[in-house]
């Protein structure tokens, strides 16, 4: 399975960016996805995740209200709408794809890693 994430950028305080992973190679129709988040210096964080129907979903605190995590319909693409975003949300972010049927936020439940694409949002 390989992962390509895009959408990064630059951007203002207060603005949005949306953030789109593709999956190709072996299906990964019946995998839950999530999104994670590493700044400079400090440990990956859980951002969100979504089961295979695009019906359940879970975020970090941090994000609750501001992020939307999302299915397109081929369900081999998953976003991360970021609206309001803060000084605080720039990190590389990396989609992930798990095998497990039911929601994870911890990094190691996740098999399959992108690449990451860096989100900077200035003050």
């Known amino acids: 399975v390989q992962l390509q994430a895009s959408g990064g950028g630059l951007e203002q305080a207060g603005g949005s960016l949306r953030l789109s992973c593709t999956a190709s190679g072996r299906t990964v129709n019946s995998n839950v996805m999530g999104w994670f988040r590493q700044a400079p210096g400090r440990e990956r964080e859980f951002v969100a995740t979504i089961n295979r129907s695009g019906v359940r979903k879970n975020y970090g605190d941090s994000v609750k209200g501001r992020f939307t995590i999302s299915r397109g319909n081929a369900q081999n693409t998953v976003y991360l709408q970021m609206n309001s975003l803060q000084p605080e949300d720039t990190a590389v972010y990396y989609c992930?794809?798990?095998?497990?049927?039911?929601?994870?936020?911890?990094?190691?439940?996740?098999?399959?890693w992108g690449q990451g694409t860096k989100v900077t949002v200035s003050s």
């Open positions: 992930a794809a798990s095998f497990q049927t039911y929601l994870r936020t911890d990094a190691g439940g996740y098999n399959y």
